[in-house]
């Protein structure tokens, strides 16, 4: 969910997008509420399979042990921005994002050159080396969301007539299980972690949520 104009990119919302579309994240796909799946490692590994059938050389070495821990996550980041300092742009250095704990927040710098053409070359770069990778790390690895913006979130959606325990520390916890993707409490959750984060680290531009 983007605030404004500008460069910055949550990537693991690209992540999320291209997953659901191959059923890797636990997300539900339709209106009947579902407990969120969790990828087992045999799926990894699947995974890390068809990365090297589509080329992904990097990607598939990376997921091939059925697991992707914060050091795997890191040598992804790092293949990113190798990727796009070929196509000679830059990529900033990674930000904590609030709203888990554990995923990266970056932008990108055109250096001067032409937005479309890197807007392409991002999206490249991301498909070959980070999506596959982010998303996995994401569905696996708990998220912790920081304590002041979970205070914050918590208020809103006690607000908006949600109740939620003090004990939800994260986007799915706030939206509770089974799952109802496109629930009012799922998107008031969105709402006021997204809004939360905006408003207590204005340097963040660009935030998205995945579970």
């Known amino acids: 969910m983007p605030k404004g104009p500008g ?7 690209f992540s999320l997008a291209l997953a659901s579309s191959i059923s ?10 579902q407990e969120p799946k969790i990828l087992s490692s045999d799926e990894i590994k699947t995974m890390a399979q068809k990365e ?3 080329g992904n050389l990097e990607s598939s070495e990376l997921l091939s042990e059925g697991f992707i821990d914060k050091s795997r996550y890191a040598s992804a980041f790092a293949n990113l921005r190798k990727c796009m300092a070929e196509g000679g742009y830059g990529v900033s250095e990674p930000i904590l994002n609030p709203g888990d704990g554990i995923s990266f927040l970056f932008t990108y710098d055109s250096r001067g ?4 053409k890197m807007d392409r070359h991002s999206f490249d770069c991301e498909k ?6 982010s998303s996995v790390f ?10 002041k ?3 914050a979130a918590q208020e809103c959606m006690e607000k908006l007539g949600h109740v939620v325990p003090d004990s939800a520390r994260s986007y799915l916890a706030m939206v509770g299980t089974p799952l109802d993707e496109g629930s009012a409490r799922q998107k008031h959750a969105e709402i006021c972690i997204t809004e939360s984060i905006y408003r207590l680290h204005p ?3 660009s935030v998205g949520l995945a579970w």
């Open 7 to 13: 460069l910055a990119r949550y990537t693991s919302a």
């Open 24 to 33: 890797v994240i636990g997300c539900a796909q339709g209106p009947v509420p």
């Open 52 to 54: 090297r059938e589509l």
């Open 113 to 116: 050159g032409d937005l479309a």
């Open 128 to 133: 070959r080396h980070w999506a596959t990778v």
């Open 138 to 147: 994401t569905n696996t690895n708990e998220q912790i969301m920081e304590e």
């Open 149 to 151: 913006v979970r205070l």
């Open 203 to 205: 340097e963040i531009k």
